[in-house]
């Protein structure tokens, strides 16, 4: 069994920067992928980015060369760095871990406010 824990939300100005952590428990943590997914208000969750568990990188288009995802298995964290923000990004971001064979893992979800 895993747990995700998000941190790091809150209230930004457009151009600024947040900088959001998941931390996992359980023991399977190096062999999930591992990724960030937001939702709006009224709309569906989309995925932001994922990391693999080879640690290969994927973003959505709308935040390439915004946003970094990074994971560390010694501390089973994986961290969304997220730079440049616009209101558009305003959204309950959520952390996802799944692999093949395995249940799909979801954190409760933090909230991110991009805001003048």
């Known amino acids: 069994q895993v747990q995700l824990a998000e941190s790091g939300g809150g209230l930004v100005q457009p151009g600024g920067s947040l900088r959001l952590s998941c931390a996992a428990s359980?023991?399977?943590?190096?062999?999930?992928?591992m990724g960030w997914y937001r939702q709006a208000p009224g709309k569906q969750r989309d995925l932001v980015a994922s990391?693999?568990?080879?640690?290969?990188?994927n973003y959505a288009d709308s935040v390439k060369g915004r946003f970094t995802i990074s994971r560390d298995f010694a501390k089973n964290t994986v961290t969304l760095q997220m730079n440049n923000l616009k209101p558009e990004d305003t959204a309950v971001y959520y952390c996802?871990?799944?692999?093949?064979?395995?249940?799909?893992?979801w954190g409760q979800g933090t909230q991110v406010t991009v805001s003048s």
């Open positions: 990391i693999s568990s080879g640690g290969r990188t």
């Open positions: 359980g023991s399977i943590f190096s062999v999930l992928h």
């Open positions: 996802n871990g799944n692999r093949p064979g395995f249940p799909t893992y």
